[in-house]
DNA sequence: GATGAATGAGCTTTCATTCAT
DNA sequence: TATGAATGAAAGCTCATTCAT
């Protein structure tokens, strides 16, 4: 056996760090971030204390790594037409990016809406926020102008509001919340082919 | 000096109890329940922390006793028609209700919320939340299957999802969110006048 | 009605004095010194916290009220023949006594007991103890001496351990604990009639 | 540095619990359990508060730990003969241990007994009390019988409480009380030796 | 890199005692 | 005399963090 590369210590470094910000995810938006201790998420996690300590500074910081990591991961859904408008016939595939990106990332929205509603933590999300939110404003609003509507602008908060009012209920009761149900009909009112708005 | 009657202490501890839920109700919801301790609850209600403890058992009895108290504020919009069916004429009158109590009880809202996201703590409110979902859930399904809707549950619950939206948003940002337009146009957009019923 | 003479007055402060000493000579007994709060004695002897102030200066003076009655009680059996010797015919009368009062004062005793076999408290009883110890084995002492016996003082801490482990016993399991047949026993066995020690 | 072993550890581990518990017994027997704090506890062994924790899950589960484990170094005594019957011969053997043990776990029992009188704590011991007190009286009964003794079950009662009384009296007293001479005179009295017993 | 014993600041809670009425 | 609201010191306990190995 010759000894490890550093790519492959990299490798598994990066590899622990996944784990144990996808263990503490799971606690912290279980239990709380504050009822979530250091030693529960090592020992699931299956190392010690001092090893996760090596891999983040502070409980602070294991927090914002994965609240970054999860808001990267969403911000992508918004690359591909970053600078572009959302036309009217892409807007299916665009509501169906995100209910895709709500079930896979359930966990973690949870976490990030618990976080949002505590202002004292609030403030380690609060800049990622206005990355998602403005672009995600800044389409719809060109949507909806796109579709001839009246007033684009309420347009655009009435259906950022419907989203997060789904996402938020479908949180809080997954079982029982007929998300896909609800993504369909979200596409049938919303995405306007051809030029019959109604 | 004979001691105080039975009414003055009545008196006095109903006030203190107030006081300190009130001010319980601002901490915990500004900085979230297990960031609040009982000394700052105690220092800004101006008390000592002895005395909250002759008022509420523990902490968790003091967040209980808030959020029943909430609960029971909201529940009483559902009164009036507590049995009955929303004519579609009352629709307008039920919004605005809500919306009121939404803007009233804002801090109450975001403690609310911030706790239902917490499962270790949802137990407090969880029979409470049945309460509150089912008949409002019950109302505006016979709200839209009475204004003729093709498929009322669908709608109610989109309906409801919008509801949770809007109020998260606004307990997030209230100085930006459009409260006010938000209700003129979901008034307008949901208030089906008799006549125009297909 | 007349107003209450100063004796009527004296009358009435007496007995509650003695209402609180038995109610809390019950809980200390019960639950401990330590375990018992002054709300519980106040509450279950239907007074305020404060009357109870106006009586004892403090828990630890209560406390050494009710060890001191009973102490007084419980000395009066030696009164009789306070500086005099005990005959043999006597003992009878004496054991009979010494029983009549550990069960009369059980709750005493037990109280007595917890509170001597601690000894940052046990300085409240101390010197009680040496004025009941002391003539006890004086009593015990001229007795023996009295009867013959070839090493009396054996036969006085002998006879005094046995009483104090019967006491002990009897108090722990008074249930089940056979008081009588053991008195019977004692007398049966110490008390010389004549003179025929065996 | 490679960390520690798990043997290493599991020394550690071992050596600091009898520590704690060892100071601990000393400060309860001596100022009671009540009276003792956890800080006094921590400081005494020369560790933080912190640390009795990581050993032992609250103060009442100490205690617990304490008495079982002075339980079973008691209830070895009786291993040798527990199934079988205490022959007359035996007699003397078995006193001189009792003796022993008592003079040997003086701070133990004294803690044991105050706690025995204490009914809310009583559940802690009342178990293991059984253990102690049954075989106890098994033995002595059939020593008496065997002796030949008219009252075989008053005699056991009789020769318990009087091993309790001198327990009671040795632990308030042990530098006066003279236990030496009280064991020779238990021997003397209680030893019958095969070819005296009637 | 990896361990878990060890720390200590800070939390919730209790309760003897005081005091305005 | 009598009340119970109010206090505050001190208790038990938790947990993020450190560090010798």
Redesign the pocket.
């Given at each position: 056996m010759s000894p490890r590369t550093e790519e492959q210590y990299e490798e598994i470094?990066h590899e622990?760090r996944v784990l144990i910000m996808n263990t503490a995810l799971e606690l912290f938006a279980m239990h709380g971030y504050e009822n979530?201790?250091?030693?529960q998420i090592a020992k699931k996690a299956g190392?010690?204390?001092?090893?996760l300590?090596?891999y983040f500074e502070?409980?602070?910081y294991l927090l914002e790594a994965i609240l970054n990591k999860g808001m990267d991961e969403v911000l992508e859904i918004f690359d591909p037409n970053k600078d572009g408008v959302l036309e009217t016939y892409e807007m299916e595939f665009f509501i169906n990016e995100i209910f895709k990106t709500v079930e896979k990332n359930r966990v973690f929205w949870r976490l990030y809406m618990a976080i949002s509603l505590q202002p004292s933590v609030f403030k380690l999300v609060e800049k990622r926020i206005e990355e998602l939110y403005e672009p995600m404003m800044q389409l719809m609003l060109g949507y909806f102008k796109n579709a001839g509507s009246a007033n684009p602008f309420m347009d655009a908060i009435i259906f950022n509001s419907l989203l997060d009012g789904i996402t938020l209920d479908y949180i809080l009761k997954p079982d029982i919340f007929p998300i896909e149900d609800i993504k369909k009909e979200l596409i049938h009112r919303f995405c306007i082919h051809k030029k019959t708005v109604s």
């Open positions: 470094r622990k979530t201790t250091i030693s190392i010690s204390k001092g090893l300590y090596n502070s409980k602070e």
